[in-house]
């Protein structure tokens, strides 16, 4: 499957944003799906997921209360809602499925992500 982050920009602490993640190649819902952060000079690190039977979806404690993932099986897209969104939240968000638990396989192929900044 080939995905495609969108929706990034730049925010004002405090603001929202929706980033999208359409996939192409196979349907998005049989698989576990979700989305990563970079920030500058650090390391890639979970956001959010959902599983591919439904459930609750699962948040870093960051982001827990602000964010929520979902899902639009129709358009074959996932979707990030970040509300109250803080400077620490800036760095390029990326999508992935399929999951292990809160990671990807090693060497799993990432695309290109889309930047989220918020400015104070």
């Known amino acids: 499957v080939q995905l495609q982050a969108s929706g990034g920009g730049l925010v004002q602490a405090g603001g929202s944003l929706r980033l999208a993640c359409a996939a192409s190649?196979?349907?998005?819902?049989?698989?576990?799906m979700g989305w990563f952060r970079q920030a500058p000079g650090k390391e890639r690190e979970f956001v959010a997921s959902?599983?591919?039977?439904?459930?609750?979806?699962t948040y870093a404690d960051s982001v827990k209360g602000r964010f929520t993932v979902s899902r639009d099986d129709d358009r074959n897209t996932m979707y990030l809602h970040m509300s109250s969104l803080k400077p620490e939240d800036t760095g390029a968000y990326y999508c992935?499925?399929?999951?292990?638990?809160?990671?990807?396989?090693?060497?799993?192929?990432w695309g290109q992500g889309t930047l989220v900044t918020v400015s104070q």
């Open positions: 992935a499925s399929p999951l292990v638990g809160r990671s990807v396989a090693v060497n799993y192929p």
């Open positions: 190649g196979r349907p998005f819902y049989n698989y576990n």
């Open positions: 959902l599983r591919w039977s439904g459930g609750d979806p």
